[in-house]
């Protein structure tokens, strides 16, 4: 055995009283506060970072991407489309993401310009696509079929005219565009929602629409945490109050547990969970505290004194078998 070693394991478990004494429980139990005491922070940090990621990224609404699906089910924004087959298929979208947006917003107590629904009653989406004459049903109370609109989202006048003359006593709900250079006619009604902004809505969720991997890695960013997490451990090394060992063993403790976080909130994120990712981040990095109990770490080390324990007994041997003072 290396005399150096025993030397060195004298020094820091023969002592000469408990003042020379290192108390690796101690250590240990401090460490493990300071993990727990993380939480929260680390927490945060991975929740500012999808915080961030909304604020600075396209607002995709989930009903354009509902019309985009519907219309187009096999649409991939990553293969090549000509310039008319992009505005054939933002088009359609379009019409359909107009009739789901008009029906939540009246659904939601909303008024969509001058139609407003009564208490009870509810709009309802045509189920076809290819519904001739109407495009949306307003159920009264009792499920009774109120009237019927026809919801165009155009800025063609010659589009609402030849609707007109097919289907004359269904009123049209159009975009303000073609509603407005048409005012004074009381079978058209204006939505207030412009052709530019259904157009827009559409297209940021077509150029944004992405399967269930490439979402998860697009809102995977974990970068934020990381750089708190080495900026903290390296500061307590800095200053003194840590050693690189203990200060690196938090810092992978804290970086498996925030790997963990922004692991769930991009799955949320994929799933179309939206901001439920910021609560679920919560409590999956409490969960992972919690599941790392102290019971466990205590068992460690206790195993690691019974082999110190081992050690010293040998280096008492060999001390009174060489006549070592």
């Known amino acids: 055995m290396n005399l150096y070693y025993l030397d060195k394991l004298r020094q820091r478990y023969g002592g000469h009283g408990v003042a020379n004494t290192v108390d690796p429980l101690a250590v240990l139990l401090s460490k493990y506060r300071e993990y727990r005491a993380t939480t929260l922070l680390d927490c945060a940090a991975v929740s500012s970072q999808l915080a961030v ?12 991407l509902r019309a985009l699906h519907d219309t187009n089910p096999y649409f991939d924004p990553s293969t090549y489309h000509s310039a008319d087959e992009w505005s054939g298929i933002i088009n359609a979208a379009k019409g359909k993401y107009f009739e789901y947006l008009v029906a939540d917003r009246l659904n939601d107590g909303q008024a969509v310009g001058d139609v407003v629904l009564p208490e009870g009653y509810r709009a309802v989406v045509a189920d076809s696509m290819d519904q001739p004459g109407w495009d949306l049903r307003i159920l009264d109370a009792n499920g009774q079929v109120d009237q019927y609109l026809q919801l165009k989202a155009t800025d063609s006048t010659s589009y609402i005219h030849h609707a007109l003359e097919r289907y004359p006593e269904i009123k049209i709900l159009a975009s303000s565009e073609v509603a407005t250079s048409l005012d004074g006619n009381h079978m058209i ?137």
């Open 189 to 325: 009604l204006d939505s207030g929602i412009s052709e530019d902004q259904l157009h827009a809505a559409v297209e940021t969720a077509a150029e944004g629409k992405s399967g269930f991997i490439d979402g998860f890695w697009e809102h995977f960013h974990p970068i934020l945490p990381l750089l708190l997490i080495a900026g903290m451990q390296g500061y307590q090394v800095a200053v003194g109050k840590r050693s690189v060992q203990d200060a690196m063993e938090i810092g992978m403790a804290r970086t498996q547990r925030a790997l963990a976080m922004a692991g769930t909130g991009a799955l949320v994120k994929a799933i179309g969970g939206g901001l439920l990712a910021i609560p679920a981040v919560c409590l999956v990095g409490i969960w992972v505290t919690e599941s790392q109990t102290i019971d466990e770490l205590i068992g460690r080390l206790k195993k690691q004194n019974r082999k110190l324990f081992l050690q010293s007994r040998r280096y008492k041997d060999w001390r009174h078998n060489y006549g070592v003072l």
């Open 53 to 64: 990621e909304d604020l600075l990224g396209p607002d995709v609404d989930p009903l354009a």
